[in-house]
């Protein structure tokens, strides 16, 4: 999937892209958003969840509609995407092609092939999260609003701790497999699957993206801190996927 140091650049810059251009449009439609509120209220009462994400946005005003928009529905679910579809591909990748045996003759320990591939992914992941965030500011101008760049780099740490666990668990997967289309499959599938869960009434607390939702950056801005509460089992769970798939590479036979 990666061709060096120029495929990662690619591949970030794309993701970028996409993120900003969703960021744009939301910002361009908070005025028209904000204006028939009570319309959209009115619209999504018959669904709970949905009704509680749209009476956040109604308490927290722009800043809930931005965490709202950028990171729990864009970075979430595109990023989920980007996280699946990077790790998975990254060793897999290679054995599904053929080159594994020509990739693991480079004159470098395993342990750098590794780390090099697993750590140019993770960059692809989040660096865009945080080049996205860092124009909000700018964006909000435009209509005479702003937030705190430290509470959107708090957020995109949150984020980011998210989407490199997703991407941790499919680059571990993807040290044991040869198959990364059915890797992504299988994983994306199941994101969608959890994402669904969170907007039933009942079964929402079991989904993975109640550690993204809007309450959880909300309280971040509000409390000025991060959520070490949420943000130390992500992280755990990264430096844990790490160590297996070291383990699992460093046995593995092309």
């Keep these: ?65 931005i965490v709202g928009q950028h990171f729990f529905k864009g970075c979430s679910a595109l990023g989920t995407a980007a996280a699946v579809l990077f790790g998975a591909n990254a060793i897999a990748g290679e054995a599904h092609r053929g080159t594994m045996e020509v990739w693991l003759a480079r004159p470098v320990s395993r342990r750098r092939l590794m780390g090099e591939r697993w750590f140019g992914g993770l960059l692809v992941v989040i660096a865009p999260v945080f080049a996205s965030s860092t124009t909000v500011p700018a ?61 039933v009434e009942g079964v929402t607390h079991y989904s993975l993206y109640r550690l993204v939702e809007i309450k959880v950056f909300m309280r971040i801005i509000t409390e000025d801190a991060m959520n070490w509460t949420l943000l130390a089992p992500m992280l755990g769970c990264v430096v844990i996927a790490y160590a297996l798939s070291s383990r699992a590479f460093l046995k593995r036979v092309p």
């Design 139 to 199: 964006l909000l101008g435009m209509f005479d609003k702003t937030m705190a760049m430290s509470d959107l780099m708090r957020c995109s740490v949150h984020m980011s701790a998210f989407l490199a666990a997703i991407y941790s668990v499919a680059f571990l997967w993807s040290c044991y497999g040869s198959e990364p289309m059915r890797i992504s499959f299988v994983m994306l599938f199941a994101s969608v699957m959890v994402f669904a869960l969170y907007l």
């Design 1 to 65: 999937m990666f061709r060096g140091a120029r495929g990662y650049l690619l591949y970030g810059l794309g993701f970028f892209v996409v993120l900003e251009i969703m960021l744009v449009a939301a910002v361009y439609w908070w005025p028209t958003f904000e204006q028939n509120l009570p319309s959209i209220k009115a619209i999504a009462a018959p669904i709970k969840m949905l009704s509680s994400l749209v009476d956040q946005v109604d308490q927290f005003g722009v800043s809930g509609y």
